[in-house]
């Protein structure tokens, strides 16, 4: 299901962090491939994404941006407090398509891992301001707070060793609920 | 609606306590604020919507929906920014106002600091003046602010202070790791560390407990409300007196004049967008030195056309905040130790006596960095993305320790707030434009600080460093934003007197950092708070005396 979804065979190391999300990892794969699971993106422009994402942040033996459910938080993000930056990702992602086509024949997601690092390289010389735009949104998915959607299980937190649950003597902060506003 | 004696703008480090001496003095008063009263059940850990880190908006006002401003900055022209956007230069809007969620650092400025033109004379093209009062007049003031808001920290390891009449009223907070590796370092050095004031609670006082120390602070409201500002201090005092109303979510629109040229009023939009009229004997402006000055620029009549006190177009100039720099220091051992706040070691050695320059700053450690604040912090020739990006991040975020610290800005009077001619705010107001920028030779002073900052790291074993010191193209207000209604005895070249007494319109006070001539090389909410007693003092006095009343 995981390199069917995208037509990208994993490594191994990209399938043990998968298989090491278990569930989480799972239903990023499903999302991508059902209709309706997204606030504002379709699934053409979501697996262009995750593709650029998982450049900016791919998998070792912890889960690349996509994994960690970056394309959630921002399209969550695109449908509230990022409502601004719509056009941004609707050009962005139909012209990272459009020059993956010409250079490879293919959509961005359809290339292989070596192939999709060369075109983000491309995006970020000639798209900058767009490539921008997604780096600091998928940083901010993976490493900010579970509650927007990204950073699912608090992953990033684990890898930096940071201790849980993260308000000392307090645990009433249920990180992973989304946000009430 | 009932008359008052006075109206004060602003809930924030000021406002609060004017309110606060107002009332306890007999007067009756109406607190305005725009913005709303948070509780601890407001203190959501959010690192991407806070008070500091503000990608998802701010969590304490104001919202992003209709209070634009415009910022003029020559490098791209005039931009409307939302209030959650860098250039918008925010401070807060709520109850406490930037006291509610600031870092707390609760410092007293420098003897020097009042007397800087004085002592170094004015660079070409900039606006650097003494103050109209000294150190040892707000000294008294200084103690008063400490004891009430409740400061913790130790001066005593440094040298360099002016004289007090009584060490602060708590201990530090036990040393983190940090200070522990930085402070050896710092005496190897030849330099005096010591222990940052802070308007935060390291034992119980004043009937709430003692900081629990977690990662969430500046930016953040403390659930533990183990961190003083005026929403958990001098405003309750004011409410009890019973002679101190708040009205949250209420913007005033201007200061009303009559046909004297004396103030009558402030006209204000409440919470339901009605615009109202509160009449009283006199109006004390404290909504912060933005702002401050958009109301006085706002509040034109046929008498003003200017705005208050602004017939000598002094409003709204000498705009100045902080210019920070420093370095961020990489290690090969652990520095993090998950105590917050974090911010705990300072050295003061710098602020002044630095050859052929004017002024200085103090330096200190940084708070504690969230993941999402070390995204951009990384060792020289990392890479923006990709593995290594993310190995670097798992390589350093508990190896890092970052010094930095504000240079004291040398005013301009081209760096200021004026109305925009176009853009309005949801009430329709015309709003704040910024431009200008403070004199060039702040910059310089930054550059010494942050190479300064880097040889601390380096004598505490940093195996590189990464330099922060820019040079911005607009002014750097933001969170300590002040001198926009400058204190003087000339009220050609200022806007208040020492009393904060509006010039032209005696019954009209600003009293916040609007005032301050020049900023310190420190954090400046605790001497915003000791003008505000000071100045509240003065305003009681005054008001037993000849009063105001017309």
């Known amino acids: 299901m995981q390199s069917s979804r995208d037509g990208v065979p994993l490594t191994r190391r990209q399938f043990v962090a998968a298989g090491a999300m278990g569930g989480a990892a799972l239903a990023v ?13 379709n699934d053409p422009q979501a697996r262009t994404l995750a593709a650029i994402c998982d450049q900016i942040i791919p998998a070792d033996d912890f889960p690349s941006a996509s994994q960690a459910g970056v394309l959630t938080y921002i399209d969550r993000q695109l449908a509230r407090h990022y409502r601004r930056h719509r056009n941004a990702y609707r050009d962005g992602l139909e012209q990272a398509d459009a020059m993956s086509r010409k250079r490879f024949g293919q959509d961005l997601a359809a290339l292989t891992v070596p192939q999709q690092l060369e075109m983000v390289s491309s995006i970020e010389k000639e798209n900058s301001g767009f490539f921008n735009l997604v780096r600091s949104h998928t940083l901010e998915g993976y490493y900010g707070a579970p509650r927007h959607g990204g950073n699912r299980d608090a992953v990033s937190w684990k890898m930096l060793g940071m201790a849980e649950p993260p308000v000392r003597g307090r645990a009433q902060y249920d990180q992973r609920k989304s946000p009430a506003s | ?178 200070f522990q590796i930085l402070e050896p370092a710092a005496k190897r050095l030849g330099l005096n560390p010591f222990h940052i004031p802070m308007a935060r609670n390291s034992v119980p006082y004043n009937g709430r407990g003692p900081c629990m120390r977690c990662r969430w602070c500046v930016g953040f409201a403390c659930e533990a409300d183990a961190k003083n500002g005026s929403q958990n201090t001098v405003i309750p005092t004011a409410l009890a007196t019973g002679n101190c109303e708040l009205r949250t979510e209420c913007m005033a629109k201007e200061i009303l004049t009559d046909d004297r040229g004396r103030a009558r009023g402030v006209a204000y939009y409440d919470a339901d967008g009605h615009l109202q009229q509160q009449d009283s004997d006199i109006v004390i402006v404290s909504a912060c030195a933005i702002e401050s000055a958009r109301l006085m620029l706002n509040s034109k009549s046929r008498l003003f056309p200017n705005g208050l006190g602004n017939q000598h177009d002094q409003v709204g100039r000498h705009l100045q905040g902080h210019h920070y720099t420093g370095a961020v220091g990489f290690f090969d051992f652990d520095t993090y130790d998950d105590v917050g706040p974090g911010a705990s070691i300072a050295v003061a050695d710098y602020n002044h006596g630095n050859p052929g320059l004017c002024g200085g700053g103090m330096l200190a450690n940084e708070f504690i960095r969230l ?84 040889a601390w790291l380096k004598e505490a074993g940093a195996v590189s460093t990464l330099l922060n010191a820019g040079k911005p193209t607009i002014v750097s207000s933001g969170q300590h934003q002040a001198g926009t209604c400058r204190m003087g005895n000339d009220p050609q070249g200022s806007v208040v007197n020492k009393a904060c007494q509006v010039h032209d319109v005696d019954n009209i006070f600003v009293i916040d950092g609007s005032v301050h001539v020049t900023n310190g090389g420190f954090n400046p909410a605790l001497t915003i708070m000791a003008i505000a007693y000071m100045a509240s003092e003065e305003l009681v006095r005054n008001w037993k005396g000849t009063g105001f009343k017309s």
């Not at chain 2, 009263?37 to 991407?48: E, H, I, S």
């Not at chain 2, 320790?401 to 504000?406: D, E, L, R, T």
């Not at chain 2, 009430?427 to 060039?440: E, Y």
């Not at chain 2, 010494?448 to 880097?454: F, K, Y």
């Open chain 1, 29 to 41: 794969g499903c999302a991508g491939t059902k209709q309706g699971n997204w606030d504002f993106l």
């Open chain 2, 1 to 178: 609606m009932k008359r008052v004696n006075a109206v004060v703008v602003g809930a924030g480090a000021a406002g609060g306590i004017v309110a606060k001496e107002l009332s306890t003095a007999g007067l009756s008063v109406v607190l305005l604020e725009r913005g709303k009263w948070y509780t601890a059940n407001d203190c959501r850990k959010d690192d991407l919507r806070n008070q500091r880190t503000t990608l998802l908006g701010n969590a304490f006002g104001p919202e992003d929906e209709g209070n634009p401003r415009v910022v003029f900055d020559p490098k791209s022209g005039p931009r409307t920014f939302l209030p959650s956007e860098g250039g918008y230069q925010n401070n807060a809007a709520c109850v406490g106002g930037g006291t509610l969620s600031y870092g707390a650092m609760a410092w007293r400025f420098m003897p020097q600091d009042f007397r800087m033109r004085s002592i170094y004379g004015a660079p070409q093209g900039s606006s650097l003046e003494d103050w109209p009062i000294t150190y040892d007049d707000l000294e008294p003031f200084y103690d008063k602010a400490e004891y009430e808001i409740g400061i913790s920290g130790d001066y005593s390891g440094s040298p360099f202070f002016g004289p007090r009449k009584r060490p602060l009223p708590m201990p530090p907070l036990a040393p983190n790791r940090e």
């Open chain 2, 371 to 454: 993941p999402i604040q070390m995204i951009e912090r990384m060792p020289v020739n990392t890479p923006r993305w990709g593995l290594k990006h993310k190995q670097a991040m798992r390589n350093f975020y508990k190896r890092n320790i970052a010094v930095m610290g504000p240079t004291q800005p040398i005013p301009s009077a081209d760096a200021r707030v004026t109305l925009d001619p176009d853009v309005r705010d949801k009430w329709g107001m015309p709003v704040a434009r910024i431009s200008g920028n403070v004199h060039p030779h702040t910059f310089e002073i930054g550059v010494l600080q942050a190479q300064r900052s880097e």
